[in-house]
Structure formats: C-alpha cells, structure tokens
C-alpha cells in the first residue's frame, strides 16, 4: 500500500521488542513518529535509535510517542537494544515492532522492491492525533536520518494546527513564521497576531512566533 499525506495511518497489532502492541492503543491521543530501520545490528540504525532515545525529554514536551520497526525478530531486538544502550549512552524507551511477517512493512510500504526485496527502507512518518499522516520521508539505508529535524517538523505542524501559520524555509524555534494565506479576515489576524505582521508581499505575511 502506498500511503500520502492526508491519508489514515492504517491500525495494526504486532510484536514487538515490548511484547504485542496495537498501534491505535499505543498512540492513544498522542502523536506518533513510527520509523522504519534495515536491519539489527547495523551501525547507523544503531546510532538513530540511540538519538532518538536520547530525544525522548524532546518528543514527550510535545506530546509525541515513537515506535521503530524492522523485519527482524523481538528477541533479536532486545538484544540490540543492549548493543544500543551501551554503545549510545542511552536507554531505549520506546518499543521497536518485530515485524518478521512483513505485515506492517505491507501496509505502510516499507519495502522497497528495487532498493532490498527482504528489508524495510529507512522511512518515518509523522502520524497526528487525528490519525492522519503528515509527514512521509525515506532515506537511502546509508543515511542516517536527522531527528532534530523531525522534532522541527512537529514544531511547525503543532504551530500550523493551532493558530494558523506555517513556516518558512529553514525556519526554526523562534523565527518569525508565515501567516496561512487562507487566513484573510482582518479581525481575526488581529486577535490572533496581536504582535503584529509584516506584509511583504499580500500573500507573504510574516509575524512573531506565537506561544
Ligand atoms: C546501517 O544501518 O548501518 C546500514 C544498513 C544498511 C546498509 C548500510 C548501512
């Protein structure tokens, strides 16, 4: 199945390094960051879920909770995490899904045909609490992934969600940001931004970051 933006992030019950899990149970209200890796055992996987781990303080201010998968088994699992835990300084604290049947790799498109025929390729999503996908990206397995970069994704979709901007290029926490141009009504743009804006252009409207 070949998810898009917008789509509903399929529900499904798997093993995983934490025992069965259902995916909609262990999201509750919460977002979801659900990331594919390769394999076990391998050094760049390794040094993303020590990174993420170590972002859990990150992930759990804005209310997100990860999940990693790969096609290898729960028990090979747990034993890496071990490997992960000491080489990475960290402790794994979010559960990583033993998806040895490919079941979930199927339905989220995680197998790649022509990249590998047997492993999941680096790919991550960003799921809302609404269920909703709003983020798709996938990396060669010899890149490892940016995750500062996924909690900067959050940070614009949460602002986008609740008071209507979006942000531009390379913008980070505490840049200005871009009032949605479907937002119109003068009014509104006045209670919302109190601060004020700045019209460059009428369709290019920036304003302080709200809280
Ligand atoms: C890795 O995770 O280190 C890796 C996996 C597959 C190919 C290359 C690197």
Request: some cysteine; proline content about 6%; glycine content about 6%.
């Amino acid at each position: 199945m070949s998810l898009r933006l917008g789509d509903t992030a399929p529900d499904f019950t798997q093993e995983s390094s934490d025992g069965a899990i259902n995916f909609y149970e262990f999201l509750g209200s919460s977002w979801g960051i659900l990331f594919s890796h390769p394999a076990d055992y391998t050094p760049v996987c390794t040094t993303e879920l020590g990174y993420t781990a170590k972002l859990q303080d990150e992930f759990a201010r804005r209310g997100v909770k990860a999940i990693a998968l790969s096609v290898d088994d729960a028990e090979s699992h747990k034993g890496w995490i071990s490997d992960i835990n000491e080489t990475q300084n960290t402790a794994v604290n979010f559960p990583i899904l033993a998806d040895k049947d490919r079941k979930v790799s199927a339905l989220y498109g995680f197998i790649h045909p022509n990249a590998s025929a047997t492993l999941t390729v680096r790919s991550l999503l960003i799921i809302d609490p609404d269920k909703k996908v709003r983020l798709i990206i996938t990396y060669p397995a010899s890149t490892g992934r940016n995750f500062n970069e996924i909690l900067r994704v959050v940070d614009s979709l949460q602002l986008t969600d609740t008071h209507k901007v979006a942000t531009p290029a390379n913008w980070q926490h505490g840049d200005d940001v871009v009032i949605v141009p479907s937002l119109k009504d003068e009014d509104e743009i006045r209670q919302r931004f109190p601060k004020g804006y700045t019209a460059v252009k009428p369709y290019l409207r920036l304003t302080p970051q709200p809280e």
